[in-house]
């Protein structure tokens, strides 16, 4: 899939950073905005996509029905929920209408940092990259894993989770093997986090060094 293209003599980075349900993705993006990269989050997006009144909100209610608009007049997600989860038919008429609108939020903002901010680094932290096939708006797809039995143990311990349950939600994800076919930059954390950490930061520093090259300096 084609990646995103830079601005003629101007060196800027898109990073396309995903990882499955306890990889340690969110970690390694706040270190990243640590080095001095800018941060999008696409659940940001996702949550100004159910926005009262906004072009989102009226095409999930027209999907779904008004019984999602809660007394507030906003859309209640925990109904919402309840009728697309445990559903792979429901929650692609969900996702049908709420990627695209991700992508347009995201779109803009890297549009706009390219303008006011040309030589900077940006991430697009977004879980369900490659499932929503956004690779197209980075340069390189930077993947964070973690074998499957340790996310599980993981995410048994942090949301306090049975076996069964954590299981299910790693298995409604697409597996590593599939999000390493699109990485150019892989970023193993199944050690200490000091040792994640340094692994983000040899990236970066290869990052730094790929950009100097490029830019002849």
Do not use: C
Request: net charge negative.
């Amino acid at each position: 899939m084609r990646r995103a293209g830079h601005l003629a003599g101007v060196i800027m980075r898109v990073l396309g950073l995903t990882g499955g349900i306890a990889s340690g993705k969110s970690t390694a993006a706040e270190r990243l905005k640590e080095l001095g990269a800018i941060v999008l989050d696409a659940d940001r997006y996702g949550h100004r996509a159910y926005d009262k009144d906004s072009e989102g909100f009226h095409a999930v209610v027209n999907e779904f029905g008004h019984d999602i608009v809660g007394e507030d007049g906003e859309i209640d997600r925990r109904i919402l929920g309840g009728k697309v989860f445990g559903d792979p038919t429901q929650l692609k008429r969900l996702t049908d209408i709420v990627w695209p609108v991700i992508r347009q939020f995201a779109t803009a903002e890297i549009g706009e940092l390219r303008e006011s901010d040309p030589e900077t680094v940006i991430v697009l932290e977004a879980a369900v990259l490659i499932e929503a096939e956004w690779q197209d708006l980075a340069d390189e797809v930077w993947v964070v894993h973690v074998d499957a039995d340790e996310a599980k143990k993981r995410l048994m311990d942090r949301n306090n989770l049975d076996a069964d349950a954590a299981q299910a939600r790693i298995d409604s994800q697409i597996t590593n093997e599939e999000r390493l076919e699109h990485a150019d930059v892989d970023i193993a954390n199944g050690g200490s986090l000091d040792e994640f950490v340094a692994a983000i930061d040899g990236e970066w520093q290869n990052l730094q060094d790929r950009i100097s090259s490029e830019s002849g300096s």
